[in-house]
């Protein structure tokens, strides 16, 4: 059962251009929507996070779009850069207890083209 | 200064052996985690510990067992391997339930 759906698998961006991955979920219990960032033989990395209360976050060239109503949320990459080729996860969480667990999507494979 | 760190990097070995996969970090943080990727880059949990103590384990074959000897170390023990469980191995740490910080990862090939 894949509780967050993501999509696309797999994106190739010129430079400059605007990268968009979108994930969805079922599970209204879900309160926390981290965005994780993985370059080859690394481990991911927190990219940027929201929290349902807010409709969007940004962090530098990067921001979270939020539908609540939709269940649905994304991740918009502004001037993609070919340092920015990497595989992205969006997840999420339900509340926030020790035993809280953060489910992942499938990951998305960017491709930044010079 | 690494703050999540795995030893070893590269696990090759044969059907039916047992091996163990470690992990250490610095940052002072008092949950762990074990988490396996696939080769489709899938990531899931297997494990977390809370100052010691087992608080997630997931559907995962009990030839896979975790071993937290302090706060700062959480092992991966894994007896009879098999050819399934060839992945990616991620340590990571969290204070609580803010961000968790992973490790670089250990490639398990199973002959």
């Known amino acids: 059962q894949q509780q967050v759906k993501q999509s696309p698998q797999s994106l190739i961006v010129q430079k400059g251009g605007i990268s968009i991955i979108n994930c969805a979920y079922e599970?209204?219990?879900?309160?926390?929507f981290p965005w994780y960032q993985q370059f080859p033989g690394k481990g991911p990395a927190l990219l940027i996070a929201?929290?349902?209360?807010?409709s969007e976050k940004k962090e530098g060239r990067f921001t979270i779009s939020f539908n609540k109503s939709a269940k649905q949320f994304s991740l918009h990459i502004m001037d993609s850069q070919p340092g920015d080729s990497a595989t992205y996860f969006c997840?999420?969480?339900?509340?926030?207890?020790?035993?809280?667990?953060?489910?992942f999507g499938s990951g998305t494979r960017l491709s930044i083209r010079p | 200064d690494t703050a999540v760190s795995q030893t070893p990097k590269y696990l090759v070995t044969q059907m039916g052996n047992d091996k163990s996969i470690k992990c250490e970090q610095n940052?002072?943080?008092?949950?762990m985690y074990w988490y396996k990727q696939d080769s489709k880059k899938f990531l899931k949990i297997m494990f977390s510990?809370?100052?010691?103590?087992?608080?997630i384990n997931e559907t995962v074959p009990n030839r896979f067992s975790p071993k937290s000897p302090d706060k700062a170390h959480l092992n991966l023990h894994i007896n009879s391997l098999e050819l399934g469980d060839s992945a990616v191995y991620f340590c990571?740490?969290?204070?609580?339930?803010?961000?968790?910080?992973f490790g670089p990862g250990t490639r398990l090939t199973v002959l």
């Open positions: 990571a740490s969290s204070q609580a339930v803010h961000t968790q910080y």
């Open positions: 599970n209204t219990a879900f309160d926390y």
């Open positions: 929201i929290r349902p209360d807010v």
């Open positions: 997840a999420a969480r339900a509340g926030y207890s020790s035993a809280s667990k953060i489910i």
């Open positions: 940052l002072g943080h008092d949950t």
């Open positions: 510990y809370n100052n010691k103590e087992l608080i």
